[in-house]
Nanobody, 115 residues
Framework: QVQLEESGGGLVQAGGSLRLSCAAS??????IGWYRQTPGKQRELVAG???????NYADSVKGRFTISRDNAKNTMYLEMNSLKPEDTAVYYC???????????WGQGTQVTVSS
């Protein structure tokens, strides 16, 4: 059974920084990205990382957020700098289950940026 657990969310002032972590356990093939969601809106991709380490970012976070992954620890990170109130959302990490390649999600961690 795959479990993804996010941590590191919280309340921060605009311009501040947070570092999110996602720890995976179970039959996980790869951690692949961070998404976020606000009430009434669809979940959107914030940052992705391929098996080879290539990264991609939503235009709204380019230059401010950095995704990374430690394969040995089955952990993925999202370094968020120069945070803006519009970054406020629940952030989810995602990964692929090894056998079925089903996309798995963590429970989410709240990030709130005050102005």
């Amino acid at each position: 059974q795959v479990q993804l657990e996010e941590s590191g969310g919280g309340l921060v002032q605009a311009g501040g920084s947070l570092r999110l972590s996602c720890a995976a356990s179970g039959s996980i093939l790869s951690l692949i990205g961070w998404y976020r969601q606000t009430p009434g809106k669809q979940r959107e991709l914030v940052a992705g990382i391929t098996s080879g380490g290539t990264t991609n970012y939503a235009d709204s976070v380019k230059g401010r957020f950095t995704i990374s992954r430690d394969n040995a620890k089955n952990t993925m990170y999202l370094e968020m700098n120069s945070l803006k109130p519009e970054d406020t959302a629940v952030y989810y990490c995602s990964g692929l289950e090894r056998i079925t390649l089903r996309l798995m999600w963590g429970q989410g961690t709240q990030v709130t940026v005050s102005s």
